[in-house]
């Protein structure tokens, strides 16, 4: 899509033309751990800032000022300085924190412009997609209650948005929950938005091989009796919670 055209349809912040993305780290190869294309050789970006603030967040070094200093773990980086990292990638991960909250910024734009292979979004699905020709989503709005409160954590008019991407085959679910009555509201959540039921995902809570495979193993019945897909997290088995993976 031509650039100009793409920053029309999204009314960018046009305040922001001359900042870069603040990044908070860009890697691979590596394989992508989890969800429906787990398995699928890639490279992360991963940016700053996330709008919650989940207990059990694994990526806290992105957003929570509490515990980390945001301003030592970002770097502001151009669309081409980023874009020369990942030049030969044929799928590139765009990962957060919670990466929409860039996608009206010009640099943005840019980078999705100047990346070569295919690019997929992790968002939490709060905020409603814009028009910019992302590859996939994969939407992970957050059931559990130890975060932020329900009318924050869950947006339904932009799960609807993500919805009818899913029905293009552009969205899937993916839901992080850790006992079987967390899989029942995951379930009643996609019932609810009607998404397709053959990009429904659940996957265990944990930064741990220990705490993913127990969550794994108190979520696996109720997800089959839901008719829901079930993802591990590869790159946790592999590397525990360590960067990089
Ligand atoms: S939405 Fe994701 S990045 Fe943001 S706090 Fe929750 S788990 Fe962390």
Same mark, same amino acid.
């Given at each position: ?6 920053? =029309? ?29 787990? #398995? ?7 940016l ?46 765009i990962s957060g924190?919670e990466p929409l909250?860039w ?18 979004v ?8 814009? #028009? ?49 009555? =967390? ?63």
């Amino acid at each position: 899509m031509d650039n100009h055209r793409a920053m =029309e349809m999204i009314g960018y912040d046009a305040s922001w033309a001359d900042h870069g993305l603040d990044v908070s780290e860009v890697f691979g190869p590596v394989y992508q751990g989890e969800g429906p294309f787990a #398995g699928r050789r890639c490279h992360f970006i991963r940016l700053m800032r996330c709008n919650l603030s989940c207990s059990w967040c694994d990526t806290p070094f992105t957003w929570d000022a509490s515990r980390f200093d945001l301003h030592a773990e970002s770097t502001e980086m151009t669309p081409l300085a980023i874009a020369d990292q990942v030049a030969d990638a044929s799928l590139v991960v765009i990962s957060g924190g919670e990466p929409l909250m860039w996608q009206n910024r010009h640099a943005f734009v840019e980078l999705i412009d100047l990346i070569p292979g295919a690019v997929h979004v992790e968002t939490n699905g709060t905020i409603h997609p814009s #028009g910019l020709p992302i590859d996939h989503y994969v939407v992970s709005p957050k059931v559990n209650d130890q975060g932020d409160p329900l009318k924050k954590r869950i947006k339904f008019e932009a799960l609807r948005s993500f919805a009818a991407l899913a029905d293009q085959g552009r969205a899937s679910i993916k839901i992080v929950v850790r006992d079987a009555d =967390e899989v029942h509201r995951a379930a009643d959540l996609m019932d609810g938005l009607q998404w397709p039921h053959e990009s429904r995902w659940v996957m265990p809570e944990g930064t741990s091989a220990t705490a993913l495979l127990a969550h794994a193993a108190a979520i696996e019945e109720a997800a089959l009796t839901r008719g829901l897909n079930l993802s591990l997290r590869q790159h946790v088995l592999l590397h525990g919670d360590q960067r990089g993976y």
